[in-house]
């Protein structure tokens, strides 16, 4: 089955052909993050006007380079939400209108749920259900136990920022460009990771939620804090260092609970943007040897991408059959709980 996906929720434009759910055919991103380096984050009205512009070319190209036409194009995923409005409504709409033209059925995909999928695409050995998935996104912080790609619980989630977030706007603080994750891991690179102290956020609460707002504040008391006259660069790599390593901490602290509060999993993904962190990789890695840990198989798989959709569609119309389509007909937004069943 080819599936031809769509995702445009926030400053990317992106579309991929995918096989049977996993392998990757073609795969593009066009992304305006560059024109928001100086913002400090996405300015919705421009990401959504360059989405305008680059939806077409793109979807043509992805026909083009994996040599295709309409004809061999089994089925359509484009992200239904959650996302910014206008930028949502660009892949929607075309994916409506090519559903249309072209006759072919069309499905609607959350966007976690695509996330939740990514560890399959181009995977060299299949996963093994039941598994804990540590899902981190500018949008969102969410630790799932699933027993199947549409079954599961969200065990924690974040009640406030999410991790993303956290890194965007510390960078902000920092001086840095948006996207803050790939910023704050470079600034962090030769710095010492225990020169400033930050928060252990509900370190001493039950249960898997997060909480990043805390250390936000906490970094902006450091910062002002500091002695007079100290120049930030001779400070940054130490304080990027330490934020950086509180918040990967914090995350990796609540998904070693997790995973031993189930004895069940056979392995445990991490997945989203913020999942292309190396710091917070080598953390799990030392936290949580003797189990089978799995990240998307390229960097590009772990952020927004629109392979993910079309492998969660596939997998959405493998479990749940002609009730997959439904996914697209309501108008309401697509809570997760629509498509993850406990
Ligand atoms: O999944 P994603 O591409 O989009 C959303 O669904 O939000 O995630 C984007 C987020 C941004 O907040 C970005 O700063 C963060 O992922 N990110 C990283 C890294 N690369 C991207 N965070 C930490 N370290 C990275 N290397
Ligand atoms: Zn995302």
Redesign the pocket.
Known sequence: MNILALET??D?TAAAIVQHGSKVLVSCIASSQLSFHESGGVIPEEAARKQVECIVPIIRKVLKDSHMDRNDIDAIAVTKGP?LSGSLLVGTTAGRVLSSLWKCPILGVH??LG?LCSPWLECTSQPLFPLITLS?????SDIWYRTSHTRGTLLGSTRDD????A??KG?SMLGLP????????KAALNGKRSAYEFPKPLHNEEGFDFSFSGLKTSLKYTLRDLPENTPLKAVLPDIAASY?HA?CRHLIDRLERAVAKNPDVREVHIV?????????RALAEESLQGYALRYPSH?TY????AAMIGCAAYFLIEELGDTAFDTFKTEASLPLSNVIHA
């Open positions: 929720s926030c990317e996302g966007h976690t996330h981190v996104s500018g949008g969102h999410a991790a993303g977030e890194f965007d960078a948006y996207p803050g994750g790939p910023s704050i891991q950086e918040l989203g943007g913020v999942s292309a962190n190396a710091h917070l960097i772990c952020t927004d991408n």
